[in-house]
């Protein structure tokens, strides 16, 4: 071939670099360029050479669009790119941070929180693996996950995107990368991006770095610590992420000691860069660099020069394309941003384009189609650790991970009398709450939308639906999201179920100083519980504040998380059909006046502790 960089036979930096010696300035600022889906028009994708496009908040082709729809999006946009001059495919960027979760009908798997109480790698691992299928069905070759934040402050927005609050266990946990990325063979170089094939995704850790250990969990505030402190609880999860050869890394929006993440040369650059030797690209968050001044958007020539010299390589615009263009290029023409730095920057995206596979299969795989949101039956070989059958049992595997992740932590007023497992011939039983036949809400944030939203929103089982399901044939489920005292003097209930929590909520939205259970949760348990035996479930993205009174009028309590589409993961473990595997990730406070709260201090004394949860014969797990 005449191109060295069309050569898959090459080596990769000879590809790099030949493709980048034939790369005009105009090019390499346009690969360094990530522009939103909705202003992504064919001509300014192949005029300006974009590197790579996202869709903001999960923004779809239209709405309840299937995945076939976001594969002929995907593909048309790829087309653009390939008929430039020099033909680079893009990076197709989504959040699919609990399964390809901006797509109707796709697999949602419990949200990260869950998945830390599982303390399963393998589990884990399997989901990236699932994750990957559904996201290349669409066509879309970049995923930015995993959020791998040590959550430190239940109060943050975001803790249900961290694993939880130990450092240990969110390493445990990156093993979602090998499942996203797949595992790179013996002797592959050390710290150096990996991608096995077309069937995966490039991944991305994130946010770089501290934005789980913020004061009081404000969601991009300031995290006040040591560089050791920062490296010990902070950094290490990224060291275990560079090392399976994760692609790329997301900058955060948060401070570290006062100072913005964007900005720093010392982490982005002589931390990540040098002392970890990170060989792929630094991406933004959204709209980053307009959040360096204030007013929101202001200074925004000096913002360029800050982020881009301090070690960003590709820039989340997403939609000022044209002035960020014009200014980056005049910052280099200036000589205020060396060529050496844009030069470096261009040669990590392109690595990664390379790695990835992006030049050889650049448009979607029809055949993956069929694996997007399947269920078989025949699922002994996977049960078994199986991979090569993992293919066919998404929302199975969905299913596993529900059941696992389910923490009981209170089982009977009487520890000898255990309340679970419920009996499921009862007569009657009494089904209460809203989250008890809401999907949106038992799937929480980054589902279809960015912050999520109550109903119907795609695809799966309540866990209304799943309960009428697994009772028994004489057994009547009577549903009432808000019963009344005439519910309870009209009829007899042998037991009755209580599911509330949190809506769906994002980023900063989901900020809260007090952590009550909202919508009325606490008076609908108070008001059950007074009246019948009662399970209490909880679907929330974190510990909740539970007033003493209330945890005493409770039976049994099963913190749930936020479970995703399969709730029959619910009622499998509740009727005693599998055993309550799953650990707090976190630690249950007894007030947030004691947050945050730390497992070494001698004051640490929650309601539960960190790694708490029982059996349903009242076993410590």
């Not at 790694?611 to 797990?621: C, E, I, P």
């Amino acid at each position: 071939m005449d191109c060295v960089y069309k050569n898959p036979s090459a080596p990769i930096e000879e590809r790099v670099k030949d493709l980048l010696s034939r790369m005009t300035l105009d090019e390499k600022i346009g690969q360094m360029t990530q522009i939103e889906r909705g202003v992504a028009t064919p001509s300014v994708i192949t005029e300006l050479s974009i590197g790579s496009i996202l869709s903001v908040g999960g923004s779809a082709p239209y709405e309840d669009a299937p995945s076939e729809a976001w594969a002929d999006m995907v593909d048309g946009f790829q087309k653009a790119a390939l008929g430039s001059r020099l033909g680079i495919p893009l990076l197709y960027g989504v959040d699919a941070i609990h399964g390809n979760n901006n797509v109707y009908g796709a697999t949602i798997f419990p949200q990260n929180v869950g998945l830390g109480a599982t303390r399963d790698a393998d589990l884990a691992q399997k989901i990236g693996m699932v994750t990957a299928l559904e996201v290349r069905a669409c066509g879309i070759n970049y995923n930015f996950a995993p959020c791998v934040a040590v959550c430190k402050d239940p109060r943050w927005g975001r803790c249900y995107e961290s694993y939880g609050e130990e450092t240990e266990l969110i390493r445990k946990m990156t093993s979602i990368v090998t499942g996203l990325q797949g595992q790179p063979p013996p002797g592959y170089p050390k710290n150096y991006p990996f991608l096995s094939g077309s069937d995966k995704v490039v991944a991305c850790a994130k946010h770089f770095v501290g934005d789980g250990g913020t004061e009081r969990g404000v969601n991009e505030g300031n995290t006040i610590s040591s560089y050791d402190d920062l490296e010990r609880i902070h950094i290490a999860p990224y060291i275990d992420c560079i090392s399976q050869g994760v692609c790329t890394v997301m900058a955060s929006y948060s401070k570290w000691n006062g100072c913005h993440l964007h900005a720093s040369h010392f982490l982005l650059t002589e931390v990540l860069k040098e002392k970890l030797g990170f060989k792929g690209f630094v991406i933004t968050d959204s709209e980053a660099l307009d959040r360096l001044y204030h007013p929101h958007g202001s200074n925004y020539d000096q913002s360029i020069l800050t982020a881009i010299n301090a070690g960003i390589d590709m820039v989340m615009v997403p939609f000022r394309y044209q002035l960020f263009l014009d200014h980056l290029r005049c910052l280099v023409e200036s000589g205020k941003i060396p060529m050496t730095r844009i030069d470096d920057a261009v040669e990590r995206i392109l690595r990664v384009k390379i790695v990835s596979g992006a030049f050889e299969n650049p448009l979607s795989d029809r055949s993956l189609l069929d694996t997007v949101g399947c269920n078989l039956k025949e699922i002994d070989c996977y049960l078994a650790d199986c991979f090569t059958c993992l293919y066919n049992h998404h929302r199975e595997l969905a299913r596993v991970a529900v059941r696992k992740s389910l923490v009981l932590l209170k089982n009977g007023k009487d520890v000898t009398k255990p309340f679970l497992p419920l009996d499921r011939k009862a007569k009657r039983i009494l089904l209460a709450g809203k989250h008890a036949d809401d999907l949106g809400f038992q799937c929480g944030g980054w589902t279809k939308t960015w912050e999520g939203m109550g109903g119907r929103i795609t695809i799966g089982t309540t866990i209304l639906d799943a309960m009428k399901d697994a009772v028994g044939g004489e057994t009547e489920v009577v549903y009432e999201e808000n019963p009344s005292p005439d519910t309870f003097a009209s009829q007899d209930f042998s037991y009755s179920i209580v599911v509330v929590g949190e809506p769906p909520y994002c980023e900063s939205s989901g900020d809260s100083q007090d952590l009550r259970i909202p919508l009325g949760g606490e008076e609908l348990i108070s008001l059950v519980a007074d009246r019948v035996p009662t399970l209490v479930i909880l679907i929330s993205g974190r510990p909740l504040y539970i007033e003493p009174l209330l945890l005493e009028k409770m039976d049994a309590f099963v913190a749930a998380w936020l479970p995703g589409t399969e709730g029959a993961g619910i009622t499998d473990v509740i009727f005693g059909d599998f055993e309550f595997q799953g650990r707090l990730p976190m630690t249950w406070f007894k007030s947030v006046d004691h947050l945050p709260m730390h497992q070494e201090r001698n004051s640490y004394e929650p309601l539960f502790p960190f790694g708490y949860g029982l059996t349903s014969k009242n076993k410590v797990l």
